[in-house]
């Protein structure tokens, strides 16, 4: 029911044509479409009935992020339902913002990430006191689209949740294109007016639930890039004829096509049983291991499904103008957001041994 | 008479589990070797007087009458307590095709004497020249008096040596326009001077799969079983649970935990690169199961599976062999030494496992014919 509205509603949009055009454009996403997805309730997927969402939990999150992933919609979705929507249902469900959001009025980018002197992730430094920020953060998803950002910087008494709107004084956004052609960036705040939305350690697990619900959430995106990645290939070896045949009758290409086949199976399997687990574990250490599983497996699907692809279409999969190209670009940007496949081995076994120690 | 299905998933399992927990031999369990029957004999009388020799059969032929759902429940307690399939080629192929197709004096005749293993039945499908392609066949059964002659050889027939009667697809008319066409299923006694058994020494030292000749051996005509010719499609219809079975994670998930355990008595575990593998192994065994379980929902809501479950079988027998690779690769030095290798107080024979993993890729229709069905059957791909 969700998956057939979702997919009408993106299909009657123009499915990857729109995306493509949006991108040639300007690369951010169509606040009417954001609008329109508010309306069918997608952003509060997850959000309880009592705070003005659909109260479904994270497998049906997984079911429109899937849709998301299959017309590599630019809208921010996973961005709000796990990030965003998953901070402030967590921290300050009854805050005016969340109405907001849901209702897709507004647009928020969380900010947590801090980027060390060898450009690679360092430890958080960024400040908030007296009603300021101070500092900076770096890969902010929706940066160039977001009305304001949900900042997570150190406070007097600990971590703190802040709201720095997009236009606030003496914030600087730097933006770097994305190979999808979304834009990811990096802020500065020198004495930023921002408002305090929640303090204290809560912050801190909210924001690492919120990345687990994020991460598992892309890792079904993934799934649903894969799953149109692989159609649009097997319906272009079937019709594409060299030596007077389609090159799909090759048994070579067929073996291929099947081994992708395969992947995309499994990766749809694991992903979608692992949403469903996280929405009935609440040991937050064993959501993030499941969450890690789901995007291994979504992220080495995905990669490896879209780059067969290319080689399967040939010269033409390297040119801008066949749409198989988005789908690869779409999963590099995904598969290197919020931690690749290698990364989420490394933390999914750390926790297994963990686990094995307790026991 | 118990019916089975209408316990719960779960008190049923708790009823088998309970029953191998208590009944089977300890020292069967696990076997690294396929058994004569001499070997397991002991057991098989167990279970023959609890009824549950024949899972899968209706109860009216002496079955335990399971429907997929509870018989899934059942294979899956049997290989986790290590419990041996025994000499079951009767049950698992015979019986099936006798109740589906055979007359009702076959089956009088016949089903006592496999739930009773009196008759210990062996397969007689793959000729030097037919493998997978396996309607190439060319042993031919000539009609003589009373009985078929039969003429040729058959080879992989697992177990042979130790069975007592072959069932066998045969060419009965050798000039069909096609192949597939002209195959009858036979049944014939071993004990003949026209049946010669020789064995074949496998990679791994055994010797579980043999040769079968035969020159003028003779069977009685009440031994077709089915229509003279139509032995391919009813070869075909026998495979359909089989393909979910093939494709159990079982084999893998037990493979992962000798795996682990070895390598943390070797210390693997210290290397980021061994860790990342095992990581990559075990992630593709949970993500496995996550498939098979869907796969066997269907089954449990009384759907047919399609042809697309031949992937449970690809995926999990190369994941099979890949964590069988990482455990020869944790053995180091040791990676080429026959027999159980001590680590701690655990025993992994790393060789043993290697070895079993190889033909699981090439058995029940190799991993390539496997993705030339799920190329055409699936994805609808020509020619």
Redesign the interface.
């Known amino acids: 029911m969700l998956r057939e509205s979702a997919r009408t509603l993106f299909e009657r949009a123009g499915s990857a044509g729109r995306s493509r055009m949006l991108r040639d454009a300007e690369g951010g996403w169509d606040a009417d479409m954001v609008r329109e997805l508010a309306e069918a309730g997608v952003f509060g997927v997850t959000v309880p009935e009592e705070n003005g969402g659909l109260g479904m939990g994270l497998a049906a999150g997984g079911v429109i992020a899937e849709e998301v992933g299959r017309v590599i919609a630019p809208e921010p979705v996973v961005m709000t339902v796990g990030l965003s929507l998953g901070l402030l249902r967590r921290l300050c469900p009854h805050h005016a913002l969340m109405e907001k959001i849901i209702n897709g009025e507004t647009v928020l980018a969380a900010a947590w990430q801090e980027r060390g002197p060898n450009g690679g992730p360092a430890e958080a430094s960024c400040r908030y006191a007296d009603g300021k920020l101070t500092g900076g953060k770096a890969w902010i998803v929706g940066a160039s689209g977001a009305q304001g950002f949900l900042v997570v910087a150190e406070g007097d008494a600990g971590p703190v949740l802040v709201l720095a709107e997009a236009t606030a004084d003496a914030l600087s956004i730097d933006k770097r294109t994305q190979a999808d052609g979304s834009s990811m960036g990096e802020l500065s705040f020198s004495s930023t007016p921002a408002e305090q939305l929640a303090e204290g350690p809560a912050v801190r697990d909210a924001l690492n639930e919120a990345i687990s619900d994020a991460t598992a959430l892309t890792a079904a995106e993934l799934v649903g890039v894969s799953d149109s990645a692989f159609e649009i290939t097997l319906e272009y070896i079937k019709t594409r004829e060299q030596f007077d045949k389609p090159i799909g009758s090759f048994q070579i290409i067929q073996h291929r096509a099947v081994d992708l086949n395969v992947m995309r199976e499994v990766a749809q399997a694991g992903v979608r049983e692992v949403l469903a687990q996280m929405d009935s574990e609440t040991d937050p250490k064993r959501r993030a291991k499941l969450a890690s599983r789901a995007k291994a497996r979504a992220a080495t699907a995905a990669k490896k499904i879209t780059r067969d692809a290319i080689q399967l279409h040939g010269a033409v999969g390297y040119t801008d103008e066949f749409d198989i190209g988005l789908y690869l670009n779409r999963a590099l940007v995904l598969s290197a957001w919020l931690g690749d496949d290698a990364y989420h081995r490394r933390i999914w076994f750390d926790a297994r041994e963990e686990e094995g120690a307790v026991q | 008479m118990t019916d089975w299905n209408t316990l719960s998933d779960a008190e049923f399992r708790k009823e088998v589990r309970g029953f191998f927990e208590a009944e089977y031999p300890e020292e069967l369990r696990n076997l690294p070797h396929r058994p004569k029957f001499a070997e397991i004999e002991h057991w098989h009388v167990k279970l023959h007087a609890k009824g549950w020799v024949a899972p899968a059969w209706p109860a009216e032929f002496g079955g335990m009458g399971l429907n997929a759902a509870k018989l899934l429940i059942f294979y899956e307690e049997q290989q986790r307590w290590g419990v041996n399939r025994g000499r079951d080629m009767g049950i698992q192929m015979v019986g099936p095709l006798i109740i589906k197709f055979g007359t009702q004096d076959q089956k009088d005749y016949w089903l006592p004497r496999i739930l009773s293993c009196e008759d210990i039945w062996c397969q007689g499908y793959s000729e030097p020249g037919a493998g997978s392609d396996l309607a190439n066949l060319r042993t031919r059964a000539e009609a003589d008096g009373k009985d078929f002659v039969i003429n040729g050889q058959k080879i992989w027939t697992t177990m042979a040596h130790d069975a007592s009667h072959i069932f066998m697809l045969v060419r009965t008319d050798p000039d069909t326009p096609k192949k597939q066409q002209g195959i009858s299923f036979l049944l014939a006694p071993m004990d003949q001077a026209g049946v010669d058994v020789r064995t074949i020494t496998t990679l791994s030292g055994e010797t579980e799969f043999c040769e079968v000749f035969f020159d003028n051996a003779r069977t009685p005509k009440e031994n077709l079983v089915g229509e003279l010719n139509k032995g391919w499609t009813m070869a075909k219809a026998l495979l359909s649970f089989e393909r979910i079975f093939i494709g159990s994670p079982s084999l893998a998930q037990n493979a992962l935990v000798q795996l682990e355990s070895f390598a943390r008595g070797r210390g693997a575990f210290d290397d980021p690169v061994f860790?990342?593998r095992?990581?990559?192994a075990?992630?593709?065994v949970?993500?496995?199961a996550?498939?098979y379980?869907?796969f066997a929902d269907q089954l449990k809501r009384g759907e047919t599976l399609g042809a697309?479950v031949s992937?449970l079988k690809?995926?999990v027998t190369e994941c099979f062999q890949r964590i069988t690779e990482l455990m020869i690769e944790a053995a180091g030095p040791d990676g080429g030494t026959i027999g159980p290798l001590q680590v701690g107080n655990v025993n992994v024979d790393v060789l043993a496992s290697f070895y079993k993993a190889r033909p699981t890729t090439i058995y029940g229709g190799s991993n390539?014919i496997q993705?030339?069905i799920?190329?055409?059957a699936?994805?609808?791909?020509?020619?």
Do not use: C, T, Y
């Open positions: 860790r990342d095992f990581a990559q075990a992630l593709d949970e993500d496995h996550a498939l379980s869907r697309d992937m690809i995926w390539e993705r030339n799920l190329s055409k699936v994805l609808g791909l020509p020619g």
